[in-house]
C-alpha cells in the first residue's frame, strides 16, 4: 500500500524554465492538496484539487503557477518561467473521497526540491 | 486571523526531560488541530490531533493540551528521546468542509541531547 509518491524528489531548473511537479496520491484518494515549504518556515497552502476539480487556489501565486488534476493519472503542479525566490520544498498531501473526512487525515508526501539556478 | 503562531522556534532538552511547544491561534472558526512531525528530508507526518470539544489528548509520550478561552494549544512530549529530535509544526484546519487546507505555524526544532 503505497503512500502518496511525488517525483521528482529533486529538481534543478535555470531561471526561465519551466518546472514540473508530479503528485500520485494514496490508493482510494481523490483529495489532493499542494503546500509549499520555505527554509526554515512552516508550510504554505497552495491549491486544494479533487479530480478534475479546484476547490480551493486561494494560495496560488497569480501568475506563473497553475495546477491541475485529471480524472487519469497524478496530480501536477506547473511553474513556468521559474525565479531564484520559487526555490522550495513543494509537498503534496491525499486524503480520502469523502466529505465527511477532509485533510483532517491527509498524508503528506516526501516532496519535491526544487532548486532555481 | 488565518494565522498560527509557534513558539519556541528551537528547543534543546536532555534525553528524558520534557518537551514543551506552544501555538496560538485568533480564528474561532479552526475546529481542528493536528501536530506534525518532520525530519529533515521528509514530509510532514501526523502525530497526534484534538478537536476543541476536549481539553487533553494523550497518546503515549505525546500529549496535546487544549485552552480554548485562550485559544493556545501545546504539545508535550514526556520522557524525550534522540529519535524524537525532529521539527514539530502545528497546524489548524477550518470548519467549512470546502475549505480543505491546513494552516501551519512556522515549526519548532527540537533537539534531544543524549
Given at each position: 500500500n503505497a503512500g502518496v509518491m511525488q517525483n521528482p524528489r529533486h529538481l534543478v531548473r535555470r531561471r526561465g524554465q519551466e518546472a514540473?511537479?508530479?503528485?500520485s496520491p494514496m490508493?482510494?484518494?481523490?483529495?489532493?492538496?499542494?503546500?509549499?515549504?520555505?527554509?526554515e518556515e512552516g508550510l504554505k497552502f497552495m491549491v486544494y484539487l479533487q479530480k478534475e476539480n479546484i476547490i480551493d487556489e486561494s494560495g496560488m501565486p497569480k501568475e506563473r503557477f497553475s495546477a491541475e488534476?485529471?480524472?487519469?493519472?497524478?496530480?501536477?503542479?506547473?511553474?513556468?518561467?521559474?525565479?531564484?525566490?520559487?526555490?522550495?520544498?513543494?509537498?503534496?498531501?491525499?486524503?480520502?473521497?469523502?466529505?465527511?473526512?477532509?485533510?483532517?487525515?491527509?498524508?503528506?508526501?516526501?516532496?519535491?526540491?526544487?532548486?532555481?539556478? | 486571523q488565518q494565522q498560527v503562531k509557534q513558539s519556541p522556534q528551537s528547543l534543546i532538552v536532555q534525553k528524558g526531560g520534557i518537551s514543551i511547544?506552544?501555538?496560538a491561534y485568533e480564528n474561532t472558526a479552526f475546529d481542528y488541530f493536528p501536530w506534525y512531525q518532520q525530519f529533515?528530508?521528509?514530509?510532514?507526518?501526523l502525530l497526534?490531533?484534538?478537536?476543541?470539544?476536549?481539553?487533553?489528548?494523550?497518546?503515549?509520550?505525546?500529549?496535546?493540551?487544549?485552552?480554548?478561552?485562550?485559544?493556545?494549544?501545546?504539545?508535550?512530549?514526556?520522557?524525550?528521546?534522540?529519535?524524537?529530535?525532529?521539527?514539530?509544526?502545528c497546524a489548524a484546519n477550518r470548519?467549512?468542509?470546502?475549505?480543505?487546507?491546513?494552516?501551519?505555524g512556522k515549526g519548532t526544532k527540537l533537539s534531544v541531547k543524549p
Open positions: 514540473r511537479l508530479r503528485c490508493k482510494g484518494h481523490s483529495h489532493v492538496y499542494w503546500y509549499r515549504q520555505l527554509p488534476f485529471p480524472k487519469e493519472g497524478p496530480s501536477i503542479l506547473r511553474i513556468q518561467q521559474v525565479v531564484r525566490g520559487d526555490s522550495a520544498a513543494y509537498f503534496c498531501a491525499s486524503s480520502p473521497g469523502s466529505r465527511r473526512v477532509r485533510v483532517t487525515e491527509a498524508f503528506f508526501g516526501q516532496g519535491t526540491r526544487l532548486t532555481v539556478v | 511547544i506552544n501555538c529533515p528530508g521528509k514530509g510532514p507526518a497526534i490531533a484534538i478537536r476543541p470539544d476536549v481539553s487533553e489528548k494523550k497518546e503515549g509520550r505525546f500529549t496535546i493540551s487544549f485552552n480554548k478561552s485562550a485559544k493556545q494549544f501545546s504539545l508535550h512530549i514526556m520522557d524525550s528521546q534522540p529519535g524524537d529530535s525532529a521539527t514539530y509544526f470548519i467549512d468542509p470546502s475549505q480543505g487546507n491546513l494552516i501551519f
